[in-house]
């Protein structure tokens, strides 16, 4: 099963192409990890399209932690709304850009452990930041449809995302670390569903193990 992991990654990657980039993603391309952690934030619980018009208006105001800390919570919460739990998330923007003036002069962390450390950051986010922010090779970012894939090829039988990283890393060879995000979201949001996915015009049906695939295959 470990010969076939690069082979089915190399061919969703050749299949995502077409699909449109992670909002984050698209963001990360201006080489910001200030830009990359905030949105990121947002896009939890939160659609792509809805992340990216948010993300929008909130950098057109500032783009640092320095001016950001200097907002109100309920000027942030009116640039980021709708994203879900805007409340909470607007708090946390603001205490985020205030531990990183405090802590890391301004700077986001590059390293897990220290990213970990802001009120509000999960594995998922750190892992986003050290992979698009910083280019980091050993980040290995998983959220729902990283979890959910690799669960329904059969390669691990995990019960949360964490767990899913550590058994991920286990078995997918670094190099495809970076990349793994990008493919597996896009690969998840347009064709490998959590409902109704569309198993007829997946590319690696034949290395797939989930036994329901054959019930949707039409």
């Not at 984050?24 to 619980?45: A, D, M, Q, W, Y």
């Not at 948010?54 to 907002?71: G, Q, T, W």
């Not at 995000?181 to 690969?187: H, K, L, M, S, T």
């Amino acid at each position: 099963m470990k010969k076939e992991i690069p082979l089915v990654i190399k061919r969703l990657k050749k299949h995502v192409k077409g699909y449109p980039v992670p909002v984050v993603t698209e963001i990360s391309h201006e080489g910001n990890p200030f830009k990359v952690l905030i949105s990121c934030l947002l896009s939890l619980r939160t659609r792509d399209e809805t992340t990216a018009k948010a993300s929008e208006r909130l950098f057109a105001v500032c783009e640092d932690p320095y001016n950001m800390a200097k907002l109100t919570i309920p000027r942030i919460r009116n640039l980021i709304y709708p994203v879900g739990f805007y409340k909470t998330k607007a708090m946390r923007i603001k205490g985020i850009c205030l531990e990183l003036i405090r802590k890391y002069d301004g700077e986001v962390p590059n390293n897990l452990d220290e990213l970990l450390k802001l009120n509000g950051v999960g594995r998922k986010t750190a892992n986003l930041v050290l992979t698009l922010g910083y280019m980091d090779p050993t980040g290995l970012c998983i959220d729902t449809h990283c979890h959910r894939i690799p669960n329904r090829l059969g390669w691990i039988n995990t019960k949360n995302p964490h767990d899913t990283e550590m058994a991920l890393r286990k078995i997918v060879p670094k190099k495809y670390f970076l990349s793994f995000n990008d493919i597996f979201v896009a690969f998840g949001q347009h064709l490998c569903k959590p409902i109704s996915p569309r198993c007829g015009r997946c590319p690696v049906f034949k290395y797939c193990k989930w036994p329901k695939k054959d019930d949707v295959r039409h």
